[in-house]
């Protein structure tokens, strides 16, 4: 079966720092642009960062910009989101998404080019 299965949510205080992760199963993770979004209850989900395939290039949602970093580990197909400095409003459920196709240069964070989700692992940032 192809999916791909995200890790490391948690409770973490306001400043704090979590790591999640995105596996590929029955999928080779290297082939495709990964995106993480994240959704709230009665909120539309929403784009957080993406990586390409090619050149590894990568994107932020402007909110996230200078506090998460997005990368790979080509030998453990997964995918990374190292999330610093941690604020109420990133408390949600964060989602890993492999693209449609095989990946390009470039990467977006636009739900409809994606169709690999995984469970979502829930982020709670509060005191």
């Known amino acids: 079966q192809v999916q791909v299965v995200e890790s490391g949510g948690g409770l973490v205080q306001p400043g704090g720092s979590l790591k999640l992760s995105c596996t590929g199963s029955g999928l080779s993770l290297d082939l495709y642009d990964i995106a993480w979004f994240r959704q709230v209850p009665g909120k539309e989900r929403e784009g957080v960062s993406c990586i390409s395939v090619v050149e590894q290039n990568t994107f932020y949602e402007q909110s996230v910009k200078d506090r998460f970093t997005i990368s790979r580990d080509h030998a453990k197909n997964t995918v990374y989101l190292q999330m610093n400095n941690l604020k109420p409003e990133d408390t949600a459920v964060y989602y890993c998404?492999?693209?449609?196709?095989?990946?390009?240069?470039?990467?977006?964070?636009?739900?409809?080019?994606?169709?690999?989700w995984g469970q979502g692992t829930q982020v709670t940032v509060s005191s």
């Open positions: 998404a492999a693209a449609k196709d095989v990946g390009g240069r470039y990467c977006a964070i636009v739900e409809s080019e994606y169709n690999k």
